[in-house]
């Protein structure tokens, strides 16, 4: 009975995955995930082959390129995945949200639906393993680079940051850039310092719905919003196939232009 479930289960997030689009840098045998002809994987392998001698002690190099192409890849998809499947399954709409009390009015009334629930936990772990992909995009460029960076400081904007001053006029480095300053900051880390440092976005949406439950237009907005996190998220994730082609592209040109102690 259980596997059955299961069975159906992932066959279901199978056919949104095909219906939606979704994808892992892992895919191999899916075509629009290459990068230059060659699968993710194969990509980051050619573009940091020439440090590997140098650099890839303990097999860190290996490891990091592991986590970004197949462990935070896949869980980004399964988890865009289930936020898809649970919409589908049905969300609260905060301008229908009412309850027929003892004298017949009709008054505000948010009673979380099981579709709800799971797909705000759904949209709360896209962000987090958002956020661990580019910090491993962060870690791989401070080590390919040999940044002088504290180990406990090696974050995605910190690195971007120090690169400024060692490479600032690379395309692919403006490419990460963009993607800092225009999503990162300006989206993905803004929802995830939130949900992480202040409150669950479920929590979030259930005290915005008590304290503005009167105003239409603000309720409306609201739903807007929450009904909106499948798409912005599934533009994140297509984001990742081009912040690793920009990264393994910039990770080569240190082959033309070599780090030295100056630029460091």
Same mark, same amino acid.
């Given at each position: 009975m259980i596997m059955e479930f299961l069975e159906a289960y992932q066959r279901k997030l199978g056919e949104i995955y095909e219906h939606e689009k979704l994808?892992?840098?892992?895919?191999?045998?899916d075509k629009s995930v290459e990068i230059d002809g060659m699968n993710p994987l194969h990509f980051l392998s050619t573009k940091t082959g020439h440090l590997r001698q140098k650099l890839n002690k303990n097999n860190i190099i290996d490891i990091l390129t592991d986590e970004i192409i197949v462990s935070t890849s896949r869980n980004i998809k399964f988890a865009l995945g289930n936020v898809y499947l649970f919409k589908e399954f049905g969300l609260n709409d905060f301008?229908?949200?009412?309850?027929?009390?003892?004298? #017949?009015? +009709?008054?505000?009334?948010?009673?979380e639906k099981f #579709?709800?629930? %799971? +797909?705000?936990?759904?949209?709360?772990?896209?962000?987090?393993?958002?956020?661990?992909?580019?910090?491993?995009? #962060?870690?791989?460029?401070?080590?390919?680079f040999e940044l002088d960076i504290p180990e406990n400081k090696v974050y995605f904007p910190v690195v971007i940051d120090k690169?400024?001053?060692?490479t600032s006029?690379?395309?692919?480095?403006?490419?990460?850039?963009?993607?800092?300053y225009m999503d990162y900051k300006g989206y993905l880390n803004s929802h995830r310092k939130k949900i992480v440092h202040y409150?669950?976005?479920?929590?979030?949406?259930? +005290?915005?719905? %008590?304290?503005?439950m009167q105003d239409q237009k603000y309720m409306?907005?609201?739903?807007q919003e929450k009904e909106?996190?499948?798409?912005?998220?599934?533009?994140?994730m297509h984001l990742t196939k081009e912040g690793v082609k920009a990264a393994g592209n910039l990770i080569e040109e240190i082959k033309i232009a070599p780090i030295t102690e100056a630029t460091k």
């Open positions: 994808f892992c840098l892992s895919d191999y045998n301008s229908r949200e009412k309850i027929e009390d003892v004298t #017949g009015e +009709y008054i505000p009334n948010y009673a #579709g709800e629930m %799971r +797909y705000m936990l759904y949209v709360s772990i896209c962000f987090e393993k958002l956020y661990n992909f580019w910090d491993r995009i #962060g870690d791989l460029l401070h080590l390919c690169l400024s001053k060692v006029q690379s395309n692919n480095f403006h490419i990460l850039k963009n993607i800092l409150h669950q976005l479920d929590t979030y949406y259930r +005290y915005e719905w %008590r304290r503005h409306d907005k609201l739903q909106s996190f499948p798409e912005d998220l599934k533009r994140q």
